[in-house]
């Protein structure tokens, strides 16, 4: 059981993230929305009482200004009445001189909305204030659904309610007399804000869960792709190279499968390649060691040998150990090549004409025991910027494979053609030839087309792999073209390139 799965915790981060941005957007959505409704229906309630109570106010300036108070009473209790409030009104001081609940006459009213008008600071004022409620509103309260929620949450205000105090200045010959002040519930306001913000709330709740559930399967959807990837990483780690991961669409993870998929063919190949590349070398390596320990074994238990029957078992083991020698050399040159790359490349800038004249003057004695004749078509002064000691060496491989596949009074020819940046060798020869369908498999290691001709030769199977690799590692183009017993033609294309140094 796997205890911690990394893709859980990257899934359920994406999930977290998903809803912290939503429930980050819909509470500021929710305040600013609570806000904006809680100040529009506060300030036209407020608006709608003030606009109520200065129409009464030029009535009460002439009864005050009398000291009429008995029709300021009535005057009170008939706009309490209208207005369904409490209606009160105080001399220049801020003392009660009429209530209508007859409760608080003879009071200082002390409310900054009060003090404003009578100040002359204000045309109007309004304030809140949670004051003792009556019985019927505390039964009310107790019974009502935002009494319970206000309860349920720890912030029950049972047994208050919240008034408004409307205050408009009662002004007489240009001079402020006193203040008409009305104290009315807003309870009605207050829960009816109180439920717009349960109602969004609710919303809030449903959309973040709603967010919640479409994030997970939006993060189920997204980490998916680099589950099958982390998996087929880790069998590919595990050395299972043949595996392929599948990702549809056109999205970065389904560019980074193909590309994950393009990376284990090369590697399946590469694998492939080593394996028989080991067991090719394995099998060529074993052959001569086979053979010069049977020579060793006839040796010692043969005493009555002769002379020259010694002689010509040793000469025998003499070909053995120089045929291991000349293929232990030529896999490390091979592995040289594939380790080291361009770092192997040491350019200079010399005539090519020259130095492939140089090697068929080397390959002659070949050629003539076997009564070959090799003519060359070079051109003067035909410069270029390669590595002079890997272009010999190709250059001899492909002449004597031609020499050493062409049969008595044969012939090779060896061409050397510019073209525009580019240099041409041909190698032409009317030997064995190589089947059609074989030709795709000359390059590969150890690949021979006639395993019985390649022993009389001695050939080792890696001389034409070396040749591609350097023509390869020159940013050159290879061909070969062939039919059965009339001949074989080799192509190299190579760039003339600068005589800067590559180190």
């Given amino acids: 059981m796997q ?33 904006v409704v809680e100040d529009y229906m506060v300030q036209r309630a407020a608006s709608e009482y003030i606009e109520s109570v200065q129409n009464y106010s030029v009535q009460a300036a002439s009864l005050l200004t009398k000291s009429d108070a008995d029709s ?18 105080v001399d220049s001081r801020g003392i009660v001189q009429v209530d209508s609940f007859s409760i608080l006459n003879g009071y200082k009213l002390n409310q900054s909305e009060v003090v404003q008008v009578l100040s002359d600071a204000k045309d109007a004022g309004f304030g809140f204030h949670l004051l003792e409620g009556t019985s019927e509103r505390r039964s009310l309260y107790s ?10 949450i720890g912030k029950s205000n049972e047994g208050y309610e919240w008034v408004m105090y409307c205050a408009v200045p009662i002004v007489s010959a240009s001079q402020i007399k006193g203040s ?58 595990q050395g299972d190279f043949s595996h392929r991961v599948s990702i549809d669409g056109r999205s970065e993870l389904a560019l980074m ?27 060529e390596l074993k052959t001569p060691m086979a053979s010069i320990k049977v020579l060793v074994e006839t040796l010692q238990h043969q005493r009555d040998f002769s002379k020259d029957m010694t002689n010509e078992f040793l000469s025998d083991i003499n070909s053995e150990i120089d045929r291991l020698t000349v293929m232990i050399n030529e896999l490390l040159t091979l592995v040289r090549q594939d380790e080291e790359g361009r770092e192997l490349l040491h350019s200079i800038s010399f005539d090519f004409d020259l130095l492939l004249d140089d090697v068929c ?40 494979n031609a ?35 074989q ?60 005589d800067k140094q590559v180190i």
Avoid at 143 to 152: E, F, I
Avoid at 259 to 266: G, P, S
């Fill in 72 to 89: 300021l009473l009535t005057l009170a209790k008939n706009i309490g009445t209208e207005l369904e409030g409490r209606v009160l009104i």
């Fill in 439 to 498: 030709l795709p498999y000359i390059f590969d290691r150890f690949y021979r087309v006639d395993k019985a001709r390649a022993r009389e030769t001695g050939g080792s199977g890696l001389g034409l792999s070396i040749v591609k690799s350097i023509v390869r590692l020159h940013d050159g183009e290879i061909f070969v073209e062939s039919e059965p017993e009339v001949g074989t033609k080799f192509t190299v294309i190579l760039p003339k390139g600068t």
């Fill in 403 to 437: 020499v050493k596949y062409t049969g008595e009074n044969g012939t090779v020819k060896v061409s050397l053609i510019q073209d525009g940046t580019n240099i041409t060798l041909i190698v032409e020869d009317n030997g064995i030839g190589i089947p059609k369908e």
């Fill in 257 to 283: 499968a193909n590309t994950f998929n393009d990376m284990t063919q090369r590697l399946e190949d590469i694998d492939r390649t080593r394996n028989e590349f080991v067991s090719n070398a394995s099998h």
């Fill in 180 to 237: 008409l002040v009305l104290s009315v519930s807003i309870e009605n306001i207050v829960e009816q804000i109180a439920l717009i913000r349960w109602q969004m709330l609710v919303v809030f709740l449903i959309t973040g869960g709603t967010v919640l559930i479409i994030s997970a399967f939006i993060s189920g959807a997204m980490v998916k792709p680099i589950r099958v990837l982390t998996q087929g990483i880790r069998r590919i780690s």
């Fill in 3 to 35: 205890k911690n799965n990394p893709f859980h915790s990257i899934r359920w981060r994406i999930v977290a993230a998903y809803f912290l941005a939503i429930a980050a957007a819909l509470y500021v959505i929710f305040v600013l929305v609570g806000g």
């Fill in 143 to 152: 019974t009502s659904w935002w009494g319970s929620l206000q309860r349920l």
């Fill in 361 to 400: 003057r080397k390959i002659q004695p070949i050629a003539e025991k076997k009564k070959i004749s090799i003519t060359t078509n070079l051109l003067e002064e035909c410069e270029i910027s390669a590595d002079a000691r890997l272009i010999e060496r190709m250059c001899i491989n492909i002449i004597e």
